[in-house]
């Protein structure tokens, strides 16, 4: 177990302590109370989340207890002694705090709102820069106070109590938080011993912060033995002989901008100790030199869960333990984008489709969006693109979410033309305009726009038209209609046609899904 260390939050409060006691010589001034009320509430809270910490600790040394007794039985009866001496002592500083509130407050023997004030959004004592109290508990007389010098023994057998849990070669693993409660060397020249510099004549507020801190360094130690003591429980049970180093990389696949991240470990592994790996499922692993190689063939895309166990035999007590394990990949589809850069057209009024694909990215990851005027929508790879106004540029741009879903990264742009559907031809019935013979032309009832050799299904809506009538010996007529389907006027003109007669259809206007009106060229059919 790695030596620990203090988090960047606990050493600014320890050193904000430190400065502001330094700051006591020169001046006690309301500010320098109030940020001791502060930092005694974070060191209060920093001490309940280690509490909390520990307890999950014990509840492991618990389970541990019921699952193999005669493993777990020695190292669990010295953390539940460290237990319950650890609660002594919290006991005792709990009592002394709660005493000097009492005494800084409303003095009824008891801690309770009254004998706190709130000001500038800080609790404090009522009386928090009283300099007796706190000599009056623990320092009087003369630094010799009983109830003093019971918390220095307390502290000192406490940390005698915490060494002798660990073997010698061991206790540099260890960080032992609490200090030793010693008085100054009288080499040094300072005449006051360790009571008489901690708590005489301290106002009342920094001594309430210093004992706040002492629980937390009491925590912390008591999270360290506890920790070892838990660890310690296999330590004697497993023995390997073989060492290697290892990197286990998050991605072997990642993007422009993106971090490489990598797990870099050093792995012990028994090489006389068959390793026994399976999967969910009970399908075993191959082994070789301490590590399960497993291989899964890729069938279909998306995220893929995995997981299984690893059997280990104890050499001691030929106890079976398993060690579950879990994972997870995602499998992509083989993908190459080609961009036609000639064809990058959008047309309005239509529903575009659009694939967009990147390699490394599955779709469900892949956001687009669209700038310059429209719309996209869509999921998976699979988009429908809608714009607006012909003669335009746009952007599709594509985003991926990274893989732990906390943000995205720009993967490209491409660059579109929108343009107008081209126009429709003029027909009748759909006949190509040319010759027709008199049955095919008398069996068609309207105009038709048909737009051909265009990719999109869409409709163009015929609002008017002009049919101008050639006939031999007759004059030229014209018959103007309203709509696709021919009037009555115009039904009866083609209802008496005969061979030899044209007809000329012009001024023919439509309307297409994109809403702009289009006048198309004339249409000409000849009857024979």
């Not at 422009?256 to 870099?264: F, K, M, N, R, V």
């Not at 259809?505 to 059919?525: C, H, N, Q, S």
Request: glycine share 8%; no cysteine; aromatic share 8%.
């Amino acid at each position: 177990m790695a030596s620990a260390k203090l988090s960047p939050r606990q050493r600014m409060i320890n050193m904000m302590y430190l400065v502001l006691t330094a700051m006591l010589a020169l001046n006690v001034s309301a500010e320098i109370l109030k940020a001791f009320a502060m930092i005694n509430k974070s060191l209060e809270e920093t001490s309940l989340s280690v509490g909390q910490k520990n307890e999950a600790l014990y509840k492991a040394f618990d389970d541990r207890m019921e699952k193999e007794p005669g493993k777990a039985k020695a190292n669990f009866d010295k953390a539940q002694i460290v237990r319950k001496r650890t609660k002594a002592l919290l006991k005792f500083v709990s009592d002394a705090k709660s005493e000097m509130i009492d005494l800084g407050g409303n003095m009824n023997q008891k801690v309770d709102e009254e004998d706190f004030k709130v000001e500038d959004g800080a609790r404090r004592v009522v009386d928090d820069g009283n300099i007796d109290i706190s000599s009056r508990v623990l320092v009087n007389p003369e630094g010799k106070s009983p109830k003093g010098l019971k918390f220095k023994k307390l502290i000192n057998d406490y940390r005698a109590m915490i060494l002798k849990m660990v073997p010698k070669g061991d206790r540099k693993k260890l960080k032992i938080y609490l200090d030793e409660a010693k008085d100054p060397d009288a080499a040094t020249g300072v005449r006051k011993n360790w009571l008489q510099s901690n708590f005489g004549e301290m106002p009342l507020s920094g001594v309430i912060t210093l004992l706040s801190k002492y629980e937390s360094d009491i925590r912390n130690t008591e999270t360290e033995v506890i920790s070892y003591l838990l660890s310690q429980i296999d330590a004697a049970s497993y023995k390997f002989d073989k060492v290697e180093a290892k990197v286990v990389a998050r991605s072997s696949y990642i993007l422009t901008g993106q971090d490489y991240e990598a797990d870099i470990l050093l792995v012990a592994y028994d090489s006389r100790q068959d390793l026994d790996i399976r999967l969910e499922g009970g399908s075993q692993v191959p082994v070789e030199a301490g590590m399960g190689k497993l291989k899964i063939r890729a069938t279909a895309e998306g995220e893929k869960k995995w997981g299984g166990f690893i059997n280990v035999v104890s050499p001691s007590t030929g106890e079976l333990t398993r060690y579950p394990f879990s994972s997870a990949y995602t499998v992509a589809r083989p993908a190459a984008v080609v961009s036609p850069d000639k064809m990058n057209v959008l047309y309005v009024g239509v529903d575009n489709p659009v694939s967009i694909s990147a390699p490394g990215v599955v779709p469900e990851n892949l956001v687009p969006s669209i700038s310059g005027g429209g719309t996209i929508s869509g999921s998976k790879g699979k988009y429908i693109v809608r714009v607006n106004s012909p003669g335009m540029n746009i952007n599709i741009d594509v985003r991926g979410k990274s893989v732990d879903g906390k943000g995205s990264q720009m993967l490209g742009t491409s660059l579109f033309r929108v343009k107008a559907v081209p126009d429709p031809q003029a027909t009748i019935g759909g006949l190509t305009p040319g010759t027709v013979s008199v049955s095919q032309f008398k069996a068609q009832g309207g105009m038709i726009a048909n737009l051909k050799d265009f990719d999109f299904d869409m409709r163009f809506d015929v609002i008017s038209f002009r049919m101008l009538y050639f006939a031999a010996r007759k004059d030229v007529e014209p018959f103007a209609n309203t709509g696709a389907i021919y009037n009555a006027k115009l039904q009866l003109i083609i209802r008496n046609a005969k061979a030899g007669d044209r007809f000329i259809f012009d001024e023919v206007k439509v309307v297409g899904p994109d809403k702009i009106t289009r006048k198309l060229p004339p249409a000409v059919y000849s009857i024979n």
